[in-house]
RNA sequence: UGUCCUGUGGUGUAACUGGCAACAUGUCUGAUUCUGGUUCAGAAGAGUCUAGGUUCGACCCCUAGCAGGACAACCA
């Protein structure tokens, strides 16, 4: 390594993303002077992996400035909101890696947040309205008009906070009014033309049973849920970006502690749908297994896919922060876990699709162990035992009796390598009525045991293969990308995002893998050489073991074949 | 339609706040290799949406367009 090397690597300064930039100037002009973000989800679907983009955002940012980050649920529409989703919200958010300073919820501020309701009644900024939600739209009019006010717009504060209170105490019927903010009836930002900032809800809040009736909208529990927990920075995606002003005036007119909001554009990746309510409707219309269906961009179902925090991590470091929609292509995905599995995944060996080899010059009936390295990217891993023995079963596509350009595995007359056994050369093979192969034949050089070239010989190919009689069978479940199309989203007249689903997502099939193969926890994540990254599945029971494709490997053969 | 946001290689993100565009991925070559994996070496690929302007000099600033997106829920 050269000094130049060196002394470039040292350099290496990070370029900081736009909400660094941020808070970098907040720090020195002294606006703040820490740093406390929020991870705030809705508890109304599972995480996915856009969602772990704003979680590594989150914490990431807590960490870089050692400030800190909550995790704060937000809860305030009981409707759609279940504890079955917080418990998988802070299961995925620690499989992550990330520890939370708090762990707040919304409704923990439904008292704090009605006393201000009444302050901004009292204040004359907020008035009880009784229109349908038809008039009101209609009042709004469109963003070039000018809205109309109702006859409710102008009541006494007196009024107000008399009706207000008996909305919470149960006296008026669902949705038979609201309350709303008093802003700006011409506002061209529509969210200004007097929000609404409480209806009636008769619906039993999960934490909440049925304290109350009455429920704050999002706009006016969000900021003000951020200015209790002391947040600096309220990252969020582009969507709330109109939302900002809103969220600015109620902790303005509250006169209280105004975190920044910063939005942020959201992750898409191709072939997959990123919405929650695409997702549930996978789920419920059972297109998937569930939640965490390794198909499913769910962390949960990336979790059973097989990939780590640590793929995760680095995806969220690759795809990077900046407020321009993107579209992040699926490989980029896999390349992560690719990358991080090449590093601590067990070697072992699996045939996906077998053809039984017979070697002729074998003697029947004798097996012995071959030696063979767990992972020749981490020798710490160690070596384990591998049973040969005359009969074995190699992949279909290891064969073909008439060799295309280039194919340098097994055919007549060739040598090839099995991996830590012996070199074989290919002498025939036998074919049924059909056409289709049934057995291969070879000839072994008991020389080259282990391997190794006993004469310095070269051997282009190099195939993995199971022993027959010691083969372990297992389902096996072959994923691909769950649609067949780069956007599922943009369905065409008449369609929608499900008729896109890829049918062949999933392919399940028994294949051979060594012994080692069958005493493994569900989770044990390994390498199947020259075939891809499975994980165990936690449907593997007893001796029935299912192993889940993670990924498969890079494969510049099937590329050259494309061509 | 109105307001707001965005516009850099195929994709994603940078460019020390004005000094002729970098990194990653992808693609293609080649080398190494007991995984057609990994690793390594190299190449191609944008002249920064367009047109003006300011400036010695603009991806960064200004003006006008164009394109894409968001919003017009008693969802978040």
């Known amino acids: 390594m050269t000094n130049e090397a060196n002394s470039e690597g040292n350099k290496e300064k990070e370029s900081k993303n736009f909400i660094e930039q941020i808070i970098d100037e907040h720090l020195k002009n002294g606006r703040f002077n820490k740093v406390h973000t929020r991870f705030p989800p809705e508890p109304n679907g599972y995480l996915h992996i856009g969602h772990a983009k704003s979680i590594c955002l989150n914490f990431g940012l807590a960490e870089k400035y050692n400030g800190k980050c909550n995790l704060r649920f937000d809860d305030t529409n009981p409707s759609k909101e279940e504890t079955e989703y917080v418990e998988s919200i802070k299961e995925d958010v620690k499989w992550l890696g990330f520890q939370w300073d708090g762990e707040y919820y919304a409704s923990d501020y439904f008292q704090q947040l009605y006393d201000w309701a009444l302050q901004l009644i009292k204040d004359g900024k907020a008035y009880v309205c009784e229109c349908s939600q038809e008039t009101i739209s209609q009042n709004r009019t469109t963003p070039t008009r000018e809205g109309i006010a109702c006859e409710h717009r102008n009541r006494s504060a007196e009024e107000n906070l008399d009706l207000f209170q008996r909305m919470k105490a149960g006296e008026f019927p669902d949705g038979s009014m609201v309350l709303r903010a008093k802003i ?13 900032m409480y209806r009636i809800m008769r619906a039993h809040h999960h934490r909440t049973g049925d304290d109350w009736l009455i429920y704050p909208m999002y706009d006016y529990a969000h900021g003000e849920s951020d200015s209790i927990e002391g947040i600096t920075h309220s990252v969020c995606t582009l969507e709330f970006e109109v939302h900002r002003p809103l969220y600015e005036w109620f902790v303005q007119n509250l006169n209280i502690h105004a975190p920044q909001q910063i939005e942020f554009a959201r992750l898409n990746i191709n072939y997959t749908v990123m919405s929650k309510r695409k997702l549930l409707q996978l789920v419920n219309e059972k297109h998937v297994s569930g939640w965490d269906d390794p198909r499913m961009p769910t962390i949960s179902g990336l979790r059973r896919r097989g990939y780590t925090p640590e793929s995760i991590h680095l995806f969220a470091d690759k795809v990077g922060i900046a407020k321009r929609e993107n579209v992040i292509d699926m490989g980029l995905l896999e390349f992560c876990v690719r990358e991080d599995l090449n590093k601590k995944a067990d070697r072992r060996m699996a045939v996906l699709d077998p053809v039984k080899l017979i070697i002729t010059n074998y003697p029947e009936g004798q097996t012995e162990m071959i030696e063979a390295v767990n992972n020749h990217e981490d020798e710490s891993k160690g070596k384990r035992m591998i049973p040969f023995s005359r009969e074995l079963y190699i992949e ?17 007359g060739n040598e090839v390598r099995f991996r830590y056994a012996y070199f074989i ?79 062949e997502s999933l392919t399940t099939i028994i294949a051979y893998g060594e012994p080692s193969l069958k005493d493994t926890e569900a989770g044990y994540s390994c390498q199947f050489e020259r075939m891809g990254y499975f994980i165990k599945d936690k449907d593997s029971s007893g001796e029935k073991s299912i192993f889940n494709r993670t990924t498969g490997l ?10």
């Open 425 to 503: 050369t290919c002498t025939g093979c036998k074919k049924n009525e059909e056409g289709e192969i049934i057995e291969i034949y070879g000839e072994y050089d008991p020389a080259s045991k282990g391997g190794n070239s006993p004469d310095g010989r070269k051997i282009k190919g190099t195939i993995h293969w199971v022993s027959a009689e010691h083969a372990y069978p297992f389902e096996t479940r072959l994923y691909d990308r769950l649609f067949s199309v780069e956007n599922p989203d943009d369905a065409e007249e008449g369609k929608t995002f499900l008729d896109y689903l890829n049918p």
């Open 184 to 196: 700006d009836l011409n506002s061209p930002n529509m969210h200004m033309r007097d929000p609404i």
């Open 554 to 563: 890079r494969d510049s053969w099937a590329k050259e074949q494309n061509k």
């Open 396 to 412: 279909r596509g290891d064969f073909m009796e008439e060799p295309s350009k280039k194919y340098h595995r097994m055919y007549p």
